[in-house]
């Protein structure tokens, strides 16, 4: 949404939700700079992937974006943390965010112990999305050796709305 003016309040004020939501809400969003389209945090299935193909994480949800403002106006920044556990030395893989069926690779991580469980944090920001609705699925993949993610690992992916700077 854009900056609106904010409205100056009488005594005796009607004041409608939608008014409320455009007073408050969106334009203090866009004072504060970032807004956030969606967050998943939990507990998913075990899984294992050997085979070099992105493979979603198992059990965690196809995740919903919902975008307020154009693509000239805001990036979306995505962070992820999570980990796997690997049982061969050297061992690399990828985690990646699938907008629109369209991949966006997180920075490669490298494990080189074997029988090694390994944390994992990163964030994209990431250009080009219009306004509306947008469908996202958290996926991985081995790059090298065998790498595994169990039941015990939390993983979470928020996503941000963030609005683009202008440069005087």
Sequence with gaps: MAWTIPKRWTVLSSIGTAEINQEL???????KGTRSVFCINGLYAAGSNATGSLLAVPGVPLL????TMSAVDSDLLVTFQGGVYTSTAFASGDFDITINGIDHLFPRF????????RGYMASL????????VHSAQLKWRAAGGTLNVDASTSYSVACYEVPKVAVV
């Design 110 to 117: 490298a494990i080189n112990e074997q029988n090694m469980w």
């Design 125 to 132: 920001q990431i250009p080009g999305f219009a306004a509306g």
């Design 25 to 31: 809400n969106e334009n203090m969003n866009l004072l």
């Design 64 to 67: 919903s974006i919902t975008k």
